[in-house]
């Protein structure tokens, strides 16, 4: 199986700064890669797939990177609207999720 | 619009099993694969499996073997999930996504259900 590790595990950000979450995976998963954002209480909602491509409707203050094992999350832009926890995920056939990133405003 | 509505919380005792069901709409189901994913309390995601909808066809992720059952009903577009000799350690949030198309082999999940929560308790 594929481990996908997130770092780091908790984040505390002022609004309007630009924050980076990283995601490697314990071996190449080309470019199957998804980022998922989750706020209390409700479900996941996919931001962005194939590493990059941000989904209909998300922001684009958010964007995505990486290849093969290594991955980043980057909000340009810090917004109250963003505080949840980011998880990634690999597609190549596992459906492994990272621990995730718990994003909080200071 | 693609909707996937969940069946309500379930209690249970150890040792038991549950079924909880995922009705979607919107889309054409046969199409598609259905994913399970878990999420404990204070914990983060976990895959379970998945199931093809067109022809009913299961991968599961290998903790899971052994006791845990994915079917579908094609008459009502439902997928259901089944899980068996239950212990407090499957008390979680479980939620259906919808996978990718059949044809397509790797997918993300693009659309969330509104998650079931389970609680195992004597």
């Known amino acids: 199986d594929i481990q996908m590790t997130q770092s780091p595990s908790t984040l505390s950000a002022s609004v309007g700064d630009r924050v980076t979450i990283t995601c490697r995976a314990s071996q190449s998963i080309s470019t199957w890669l998804a980022w998922y954002q989750q706020k209390p209480g409700k479900p996941p909602k996919v931001l962005i797939s194939?590493?990059?491509s941000l989904e209909s409707g998300v922001p684009s203050r958010f964007s995505g990177s990486g290849s093969e094992t290594e991955f980043t999350l980057t909000i340009s832009s810090l917004q109250p609207d963003d505080v949840a926890t980011y998880y990634c995920?690999?597609?190549?056939?596992?459906?492994?999720f990272g621990q995730g990133t718990k994003v909080e405003i200071k | 619009q693609v909707h996937l509505v969940q069946s309500g919380a379930e209690v249970k005792k150890p040792g038991a099993s549950v079924k909880i069901s995922c009705q979607a709409s919107?889309?054409?189901?046969?199409?598609?694969?259905m994913h399970w994913v878990r999420q404990a309390p204070g914990q983060g995601l976990e895959w379970m499996g998945r199931i093809n909808l067109m022809g009913g066809g299961t991968s599961y992720a290998q903790k899971f073997q052994g006791r845990v059952s994915m079917t579908r009903d094609t008459s009502t577009n439902t997928v259901y999930l089944e899980l068996t000799s239950l212990t407090s350690e499957d008390t979680a949030v479980y939620y259906c996504?919808?996978?990718?198309?059949?044809?397509?082999?790797?997918?993300?999940?693009?659309?969330w259900g509104t998650g079931t929560t389970v609680t195992v308790s004597s």
């Open positions: 995920q690999e597609y190549s056939g596992y459906w492994t």
């Open positions: 919107g889309f054409t189901f046969t199409l598609y694969y």
């Open positions: 194939k590493v990059f």
């Open positions: 996504a919808r996978g990718g198309e059949i044809l397509v082999i790797y997918y993300y999940m693009d659309v």
